[in-house]
C-alpha cells in the first residue's frame, strides 16, 4: 500500500489498526502516514464545534454549546461526548457525536463543508441537538438520514471532477499500431484473387535502318533473292 493510499484511507474514517490489518505494514511505517491525516481530522472537529448555528439574533451559540445544553439534563457532561470525523466521497466530511443516555449507545452526525462552514444536520438525533425546538427522536427513527438537509448545502455550481487522460505505455503503444491487420488478414490480402493492374507494356524500339552498300550505290540495288 502506498503512502497516499494510506492517507486516504485514514481520511476516509478508517484507523491505523485497519490500515495494518489491510496493508500488512509495521505500525512505524503506518503512523507516520497518518499522523497529518489524523491531525487533519481532528481539525476539522474542531472547526465543526466553533461553527455557530442560527437562532434568533444575538443567541446564535456553537455546536459545542448546543450539544451541551441538550445533553446535560439527561446527565450526559460535555467531555464524555466521543467526536469523530471523515471525508465523504464528494468531499464534505461527516462530524459524528458519541454520547451515552442511560444505557443506550447513541450517535449524531452532521455535513460540514469545509470550504463554506456550512453545517447540516444529517439525521433526526443531530437534528435534535442542535434545534432547541426539535423534539427528541423516535428511537425506530434515530439515524436515519434527513436527505433534505445533506441537499441543502450541495454549492450552486457543481465543478465536474477533471479525469486524467489515459497514459499509454510503450508496450501499449505497440500493440495498438499493430492491431489494424492482424497477421492472417494481411495473408490473406496478398492471396486475393483480384487481377492486379498491370502495367503498360513499353514500346519496341525500332531498328536502326539499313545502309546500303558501296556496290549497291554504284551498280544499282541488287535484286531481292
Known amino acids: 500500500m502506498r503512502p497516499r493510499e494510506i492517507q486516504a484511507r485514514i481520511r476516509a474514517g478508517a484507523s491505523v489498526d485497519d490500515v495494518i490489518v489491510e496493508s500488512g505494514l509495521d505500525r512505524g511505517v503506518v503512523e507516520r502516514f497518518a499522523s497529518p491525516v489524523l491531525a487533519e481530522r ?9 461553527t455557530l ?12 454549546d448546543a450539544v451541551a445544553e441538550r445533553l446535560t439534563p439527561h446527565g450526559v457532561e460535555r467531555s464524555s461526548v466521543n467526536w469523530l470525523s471523515w471525508r465523504r466521497d464528494d468531499g464534505r466530511w461527516v462530524i459524528e457525536a458519541n454520547f ?30 442542535s434545534d432547541p425546538d426539535a423534539a427528541e427522536p ?10 433534505a438537509a445533506v441537499h441543502s448545502i450541495v454549492p450552486r455550481e457543481e465543478v465536474a471532477p477533471v479525469t486524467s487522460p489515459k497514459v499509454i505505455d ?21 492471396l486475393d484473387d483480384t487481377p492486379r493492374p ?11 535502318a539499313s ?8 551498280f544499282g540495288a541488287r535484286p531481292s533473292e
Do not use: C, Y
Open 198 to 208: 498491370t502495367s503498360p507494356a513499353a514500346p519496341k524500339r525500332k531498328g536502326r
Open 138 to 147: 423516535d428511537p425506530a427513527q434515530r439515524g436515519r438520514p434527513l436527505l
Open 100 to 129: 451515552v443516555i442511560g444505557r443506550e449507545q447513541r450517535s449524531a452526525h452532521w455535513a460540514f463543508d469545509s470550504r463554506t462552514s456550512a453545517l447540516v444536520a444529517d439525521d433526526d438525533e443531530a437534528r435534535w441537538l
Open 211 to 218: 545502309v546500303p552498300s558501296w556496290d549497291d550505290i554504284v
Open 42 to 50: 481532528d481539525h476539522m472537529i474542531a472547526r465543526a464545534l466553533e
Open 170 to 190: 510503450e508496450e501499449e503503444l505497440s500493440v495498438v499500431e499493430h492491431e489494424d491487420v492482424e497477421p492472417a488478414e494481411a495473408e490473406q490480402l496478398s
Open 53 to 64: 448555528l442560527r437562532r434568533d439574533f444575538a443567541n446564535d451559540v456553537p455546536l459545542s
